[in-house]
Nanobody, 124 residues
Framework: QVQLVESGGGLVQPGGSLRLSCTAS????????MGWFRQAPGKEREFVAV???????TDFADSVKGRFTVSRENAKKIYLEMNNLKPEDTAVYYC??????????????????WGRGTQVTVSS
């Protein structure tokens, strides 16, 4: 059984930083990408960032480029470093695994597996 567990969310002031972690367990592929998505109240879930299976390729939503970075520790663990946070970044952040992304622009393929999410609130 596959499980994804996110951590690191919380309340932060505008301009602040947070680092989210995601750890996978179970039979996830070692040759597939992992990524981050978010869902704000009243909005659809949207893509945030993706990282390829070997960490060599990444892509980001335009709204977070230059502020967020994604990294991969191993086949089962990724991070999302969020800097210069804005109130519009407030959302539940979800980790996804087994994404068929390999390089270049993210092609909107959804993960096969999802975490339960972690709340990020940006407010003064």
């Amino acid at each position: 059984q596959v499980q994804l567990v996110e951590s690191g969310g919380g309340l932060v002031q505008p301009g602040g930083s947070l680092r989210l972690s995601c750890t996978a367990s179970g039979q996830t592929s070692n040759r597939k990408a992992m990524g981050w998505f978010r869902q704000a109240p009243g909005k659809e879930r949207e893509f945030v960032a993706v990282i390829s299976w070997n960490g060599g390729d990444t892509d980001f939503a335009d709204s977070v480029k230059g502020r967020f970075t994604v990294s991969r520790e191993n086949a089962k663990k990724i991070y999302l470093e969020m800097n210069n946070l804005k109130p519009e970044d407030t959302a539940v952040y979800y980790c996804g695994a087994d994404i068929s992304y390999y390089r270049g622009t993210y092609n909107s393929v959804l993960p096969a597996y999802w975490g339960r999410g972690t709340q990020v609130t940006v407010s003064s």
